[in-house]
């Protein structure tokens, strides 16, 4: 069995198969888009098992009545065998009903499939170009990072589960003033490890310890050579030597969650190769940049402001506000034209780009946006194709808190909570779900104490549990005498069967979390799957025909324990998808 084989797949092959049908009896036209077309469960599990909006979206451009079109799709539908029922809601959704059977198969796919179970073609093999975490080499990676560094990873790993090939990369922020107060920083101890005295760190400076074994591997490497040598003499160097230190600090801290990219793109680099400027020449052939003049910002009068003649980006013919510049006025290039070109070479390698970025850079998602947008149209163009696709997902800061109260950080004192000590504290587990628990957009709390938590209010835990009992149930079956067994999977009652329903979303839900690029849905999802297997559990306190181990009856209990086996697959696929392990015990 193959993954495009499950019930959802399926069904959604029927409904395309009925469609097709009602195109040849020329009840629809030819070429309809059906892109909008979607089979899902509907909201209230009273009015069927799966639902369709076909004839909803498809009936205006096929200039027909959406009931009249439903009621002619209903009439293939129930053709299939596996439908029970088909009915016609409102103006024309159709609520269907699976036999139960196709229920039972689909519990035998979850075991046939196992850790595939869910994996979708969907993709294509198009190739993805995530970039996240990006953070400046300027130091340890700290809390501030590790939402989008989560975020980024687990919306890497669903794209490759849902086909496309990914590109994981990190931008490294290594030109400009801030790589430049790390290379004075470094060389403030390096003078330290040299005996000198500093004293307090000079304000402006980094003052955190973390860059004296820096200071010390620099004085190890070339004595007092540059102790009092002129900046000009020892800036590039110690700035390439604390950013490749910065870069192994961030790199293992990133280890620590278990994240790895694939690339990482300097922007030293990038510049020392020209692309900025080949990028502007590319952009004035087009038409793109011209050279003008900037308005005065808000608040300025033309006393206090002179205007200067400026290389600007079109970005109000995609959207922006207002034209950017792309150089500053000593000939440098802004922020701005670094990262346009950069994007334009990530572009040469993808087939769509996402950018994981923090909530404080909302302000330039859409003139890089409308970049992109230009440059990617218009190269294609040239080829007859369209725009690179590209999407900016922005990241909410997480504040911390110890028993409710918020944790003290000093910027000027160079003390903060790295992520390292987070995962050493509470652990690599915890932190990955517990940074997917709500939408990135949402501020979130991380609360040392709560994310340990053994609660059901815990989401981490919660989830965990499940997973812990199912497999402590199917030892203690094991010690008895049973296993799973799918001989008489006609034997599970309505309760069971409403869990393998839940659990059949999840293959539907991989797409619909890959198309929106939201993989906080998969830690919804497992927290619903969790929540709906421990209240199965639960029936069994009170009633002790609806336990797992019935020990007068081995094909039930064979059946039970085939389900609770196939749900616990389901929680290390969804897992596996967050970077969470699966713990056997609690």
């Known amino acids: 069995m193959s993954a495009d084989q499950t019930l959802h797949a399926a069904f959604v092959g029927h409904i395309a198969r009925a469609l097709d049908a009602l195109q040849s009896a020329g009840t629809l036209p030819e070429g309809l888009n059906r892109a909008a077309v979607t089979v899902e469960p509907p909201r209230d599990a009273a009015h069927g098992d799966l639902a369709t909006n076909a004839a909803m979206v498809l009936a205006k451009p096929a200039g027909t009545n959406p009931r009249v079109l439903a009621e002619a799709l209903v009439a293939e539908l129930v053709k299939l065998p596996l439908v029970s029922a088909a009915e016609i809601a409102g103006p024309g959704f159709i609520n269907l009903r699976v036999d139960a059977a196709a229920w039972l198969e689909e519990l035998r796919a979850i075991a046939t499939l196992g850790a595939d179970y869910g994996r979708s073609t969907m993709g294509a093999g198009t190739t993805v170009n995530v ?180 290389p600007l980006f079109r970005s109000t013919r995609f959207g922006d506000d207002q034209d950017r510049p792309i150089r500053k006025s000593d000939g440098s290039w802004t922020y701005f034209g670094a990262d346009l070109a950069y994007h334009f070479q990530k572009a040469q390698g993808a087939d769509a780009l996402v950018d994981i970025w923090g909530a404080d850079h909302a302000g330039t998602v859409k003139r890089i946006k409308a970049a992109v947008a230009a440059m990617t149209g218009a190269a294609s163009s040239d080829k007859g194709g369209q725009a690179t696709p590209f999407e900016v997902k922005l990241v909410q800061m997480v504040q911390l808190l110890r028993d409710g109260e918020p944790v ?114 998969i830690a919804f999802f497992l927290g619903d799957l969790a929540a709906a297997f421990h209240a199965y559990w639960n029936l069994g306190n009170d009633r002790p025909d609806k336990r797992f181990i019935i020990p007068g009856d081995a094909a039930l209990t064979g059946a039970r324990l085939f389900l609770a086996a196939q749900i616990g697959q389901l929680v290390r696929n969804g897992l596996a998808l967050l970077g969470v392990d699966a713990v056997e015990e609690l």
């Open 408 to 521: 003290k950080m000093s910027k000027r004192a160079g003390t903060f909570v790295t992520l390292a000590d987070v995962v050493r504290e509470v652990g690599k587990d915890v932190v990955r779900f517990t940074m997917l628990t709500r939408k990135p957009e949402a501020q979130m709390d991380f609360d040392f104490a709560k994310v340990v938590e053994a609660s059901k209010d815990n989401p981490v835990f919660y989830v965990q549990y499940a997973h812990a009992r199912i497999c402590s149930t199917l030892r203690k079956a094991a010690a008895e005498g049973f296993a799973p067994a799918d001989a008489a999977l006609d034997r599970l009652g309505q309760e069971e069967l409403a869990l393998v329903k839940l659990a059949a979303q999840f293959p539907r839900l991989v797409e619909a979390a890959a198309v929106a690029r939201e993989p906080h849905r």
């Open 131 to 310: 970039e996240y975490v990006s953070a400046n080499p300027t130091g340890p990676m700290h809390m501030g990072h590790c939402r989008g560094a989560v975020v980024g990873d687990a919306l890497a790993a669903l794209l490759e589960f849902a086909g496309h090939k990914v590109v994981r990369e990190y931008y490294v922020n290594d030109a400009g003033a801030q790589v430049q107060v790390l290379a004075r920083s470094a060389h403030v101890r390096y003078r330290e490890a040299l005996g000198e005295a500093v004293g307090e760190i000079p304000e402006g400076l980094y003052p955190g310890d973390y860059l004296v074994p820096v200071g010390q591997a620099l004085a190890a490497e070339f004595g007092d050579r540059y102790a009092a040598a002129p900046e000009s003499e020892w800036l590039d160097l110690f700035r390439e030597r604390a950013v490749a230190a910065m870069l192994v600090m961030i790199k293992d801290d990133l280890a620590l969650l278990g994240i790895h990219h694939d690339l990482f793109s300097s922007e030293a680099e990038l510049q020392a190769a020209g692309k900025p400027a080949e990028a502007e020449a590319w952009l004035r052939a087009h038409d793109l940049v011209y050279d003008g003049e900037l308005e005065a910002p808000k608040g300025k009068t033309p006393e206090d402001w002179e205007p200067v003649a400026l």
